[in-house]
């Protein structure tokens, strides 16, 4: 089994920065692709952006892409995601998701295995 941790959430103002990451635990050698969610109030849940086992290919949603970049280190067992310009929209609480399978396709696709507990990252205008 893995576990994920998120960590790094808080409150920022418009136009701020803030760097989550995402800690994995226990059978850490079985995961492949990672990425991040993120689910506002009264909306479904929605990939913000996906990286592949080996990190050389990544994914972003359109309404991130510019603004977030996603990278791991396979060596910490741990996935960031850097996020800049924060607008009030980017408020959710945003959950970090992992595959055993290497494709950043299938966190795309919605097929994670595991996923972490979430941690809210509120944007002030």
């Known amino acids: 089994q893995v576990q994920l941790v998120e960590s790094g959430g808080g409150l920022v103002q418009t136009g701020g920065s803030l760097r989550l990451s995402c800690a994995a635990s226990?059978?850490?050698?079985?995961?492949?692709?990672m990425g991040w969610f993120r689910q506002a109030p009264g909306k479904e849940r929605d990939v913000v952006a996906a990286i592949n086992w080996s990190g050389s290919n990544t994914y972003y949603a359109d309404s991130v892409k510019g603004r977030v970049t996603i990278s791991r280190d396979n060596a910490k067992n741990t996935v960031y995601l850097q996020m800049n310009s924060l607008k009030t929209e980017d408020t959710a609480v945003y959950y970090c998701?992992?595959?055993?399978?290497?494709?950043?396709?299938?966190?795309?696709?919605?097929?994670?295995?595991?996923w972490g507990q979430g941690t809210q990252v509120t944007v002030s205008s």
């Open positions: 226990g059978r850490t050698v079985s995961i492949g692709a």
């Open positions: 998701a992992a595959s055993i399978q290497s494709s950043y396709r299938v966190i795309i696709d919605n097929k994670c295995d595991y």
